[in-house]
């Protein structure tokens, strides 16, 4: 095999200790371990190692569990609209520096509880953005009652799922913003030296259990080597998000298939039959898998994933899964094709930088010199992604 060799990039001509942070980030790593969570910790160490950020880590007090839970579930009755500003039992943070920037990322809406342990935020931070990666237009509604309030202290505020962007910014009165998810595409490429690719097919996640069975079924029959989850997935705890990112790359840049499917597939009680692009497909892609499954309705999909092949169809019912990848395996070529197109372009469009860069935009921050040395990183793998 070709062994390809990056380049050698220089951080920073000063050392990233010697320098004031501009940013103020806080972060919930240390007590929130769900696996749904580790693509945010991804995200914020991004960010972390291309600016100068202070990473606030918040940590629970006594009772923490026990009031953040009564706090949750009164959230959506209280009419007081003052219960969201209460600390659900986290240790305060006074804050003694100016920065540039206060930035929240939220997974969901009760993650906005942790925002009341900051105090001073508003008096110390020239301005500030809230990034809420998972909100459902048919959920605001419940947040009839807080929702407003809380979001108008923010300067600036995106939203992941696309289908909420106008609901969002009609419930608060001010305009919010699209800002899809993204991988750390460092992490997941397979280049410069590709592995092989020893696993037939990967699933991970939510599945549609049709296509799992035929899936299994063939397993049973030595005709694949399926690799899929037996826990309960993003519900569970990880003891490390760093090893459960870098093992999730590592298996995933050594399958040939990636089964996808949108965003909470088949939970219409949450979604309200909304759909979205899921984070499995930057995941899939920035692997080079030929991904496989449902590309989700919509000019969100089309827009984020333009190219031939992004998404190999699948009948809802599994029937004709085994056919389309040995269809597919009678094309290597083709294989070969789709898997370096989908790097490449995950490289180019997907990694967690080009959505930093988007806020600072809009928060009127200039960025950093690291940050375009990332964005040459990703640019010389996705040219090395093509001359493979």
């Known amino acids: 095999m070709i062994q390809f060799h990056e380049k050698t990039w220089e951080t920073a001509e000063v050392p990233k200790e010697a320098m004031k942070a501009r940013i103020c980030m806080p972060t919930a790593r240390g007590f929130k371990k769900k696996a749904f969570y580790c693509a945010q910790y991804e995200a914020q160490d991004v960010l972390f190692d291309v600016d100068d950020v202070d990473l606030i880590h918040l940590e629970p007090g006594r009772g923490y569990k026990f009031k953040e839970a009564w706090q949750r579930r009164l959230l959506f009755r209280d009419v007081t609209r003052k219960l969201i500003y209460a600390n659900p039992g986290l240790h305060k943070v006074r804050l003694t520096q100016e920065y540039d920037l206060f930035l929240v990322m939220c997974q969901m809406e009760h993650d906005f509880l942790n925002i009341s342990a900051i105090e001073g935020w508003q008096d110390h931070c020239r301005t500030s953005v809230c990034w809420i990666q998972e909100l459902w237009a048919a959920r605001i509604p419940l947040c009839k009652y807080w929702i407003h309030s809380l979001l108008r202290r923010f300067d600036h505020v995106f939203v992941s799922t696309r289908g909420s962007v106008a609901a969002l910014s009609e419930a608060i009165g001010q305009p919010c913003r699209w800002l899809p998810d993204a991988v750390d595409t460092l992490r997941f490429s397979p280049y410069p030296n590709p592995p092989a690719r020893v696993i037939d097919v990967y699933s991970i996640g939510r599945r549609r259990e049709e296509i799992h069975r035929a899936l299994l079924e063939a397993a049973r029959r030595k005709e694949i080597f399926y690799v899929y989850d037996t826990f309960g997935g993003s519900m569970s705890d990880v003891l490390n998000y760093r090893e459960h990112r870098d093992f999730f790359s590592n298996m995933a840049k050594r399958s040939r298939f990636f089964v996808v499917a949108p965003a909470k597939a088949g939970i219409p009680d949450e979604t309200g039959g909304q759909v979205e692009v899921g984070a499995r497909y930057y995941e899939g892609a920035a ?37 389309t990848l040995s269809s597919l395996g009678a094309e290597p070529e083709r294989i070969s094709a789709i898997s370096r197109r989908n790097a490449a372009e995950a490289l180019l469009r997907h990694d967690w930088i080009y959505r930093w860069k988007e806020i600072l935009k809009v928060a009127g921050i200039e960025p950093l010199p690291r940050m375009k040395l990332r964005e040459q990183r990703l640019r010389h793998l996705a040219e090395l992604s093509n001359a493979c």
Not at 308 to 319: E, F, K, M, W
């Open 287 to 323: 692997a080079g898998t030929v991904m496989i499954g449902h590309a989700p309705e919509g000019e969100a999909f089309r827009e984020l994933f333009p190219w031939q092949d992004a998404v190999i169809s699948l009948q809802a019912d599994g029937s004709d899964v085994i056919k």
